[in-house]
């Protein structure tokens, strides 16, 4: 049996590390797993297809979605565009906001894009 001696597992440490060390991480695709099942369950729920094609397309539709936009941004868009449905005051804090008619445009824009991609509207 050959063992690698102390001195070469050493030099490849010494070889590899600024290599590791420079390496940058891909592009994050931050959204998380129970993120992106329950869109994809909603999706699912939404549309006319078939199970498992649907399931397919809405899994595309939530992966373009992520592709573009870091998850927080997600939070942010969905929250006002689903909070201003609420009746009273508490929705009327997310209907005022200076820019809540943009970001509900940007949130439905983003879903319609990603579902044109992904031909979940045939």
């Known amino acids: 049996m050959i063992r690698p001696s102390a001195p070469r597992s050493a030099l490849l440490l010494c070889v590899l590390w600024p290599a590791v060390a420079l ?3 891909a592009p994050a695709n931050d959204f998380p797993t129970r ?3 329950e869109f994809v369950l909603e999706c699912m729920r939404s549309s006319k297809a078939s199970p498992q094609e649907s399931m397919y397309k809405c ?4 992966d373009d979605i992520a592709a573009r936009v870091a998850y927080s ?3 942010d868009l969905s929250t006002v565009a689903n909070a201003t449905t609420i009746a009273g ?3 009327g804090v997310m209907r005022d906001l200076k820019d809540g ?3 509900i ?3 439905r824009d983003l879903q319609a894009d990603a579902k044109k991609r992904c031909f979940l509207n045939e």
């Open 23 to 25: 390496a940058q991480p």
């Open 35 to 37: 993120a992106r099942v």
């Open 59 to 62: 899994s595309c539709a939530i």
């Open 73 to 75: 941004t997600w939070v």
């Open 89 to 91: 005051e508490r929705g």
């Open 101 to 103: 008619r943009k970001l």
């Open 105 to 107: 445009a940007s949130f």
